[in-house]
């Protein structure tokens, strides 16, 4: 399994987003799209290019010691990295892992973006990899990212009390979910596949 998943000739794709391993390179166009709110409910906050660096090296330390596998958000039309998420807390005995720290340029929330990015990476953990299990945590006063994990079809699990410390010293505690492998084939892949064909629908009527 860790020899798929930590092969630099990963790729995941679709028509119009492409998901690649993060780099080093990739950090000055990160910072690009980065802005301070991005960071509200992070462990850290990144307000400078030297504190992106960092936070970029520190992603790439955990893929060369195989713990996590961050990706960079390419879109396709414009060869812009438009944002980042990754796979991470991976369980080969109990099959299960995590996916998270995702975030995107502002000009690209509440678009097709992130519905393709989980796709992509379900579509893998499952359907590849053969996972049981795959959590989403978030912040508990994040509203906009619990609604957006609920419309993928994830499950609610609880709350995690005092679940880490952030960069400014508040105690936050994480709201749990989760989707299963029965939930995959049950509903949730035909729920994406039903947003995707609406959206292509929807660009069609505007052509």
């Known amino acids: 399994m860790k020899e798929m998943l930590f092969s630099r000739q990963l790729t995941l794709e679709n028509e119009r987003i492409r998901l690649v391993p993060m780099s080093q390179e990739h950090s000055i166009e990160l910072y690009k799209i980065n802005v301070p709110e991005t960071w509200s409910y992070m462990l850290l906050e990144v307000r400078e290019q030297e504190q992106m660096d960092e936070w970029v090296a520190a992603a790439v330390k955990l893929y060369q010691e195989k713990l996590a596998v961050p990706f960079v958000v390419i879109l396709k039309e414009t060869g812009q990295i438009i944002g980042t998420t990754r796979i991470y807390e991976l369980n080969e005995v109990h099959k299960s892992c995590e996916i998270g720290s995702t975030w995107y340029g502002v000009d690209y929330r509440r678009t097709f973006v992130n519905s393709d990015c989980k796709y992509l990476l379900l579509k893998y953990c499952f359907e590849t990899l053969k ?25 609610k699990e609880g709350i995690l009390r005092k679940e880490r410390i952030l960069a400014n010293g508040y105690i936050r505690n994480a709201v749990l979910y989760s989707i299963t492998d029965d939930d995959w084939n049950g509903f949730v892949k035909q729920r994406f596949q039903e947003r995707n064909a609406s959206y292509e629908q929807r660009n069609e009527e505007t052509v």
Do not use: F
Not at 132 to 154: P, W
């Open 131 to 155: 996972l049981m299990r795959v959590q989403l945590k978030t912040d508990e006063r994040n509203v906009r990212s619990q609604k957006a994990i609920e419309r993928l079809g994830a499950t």
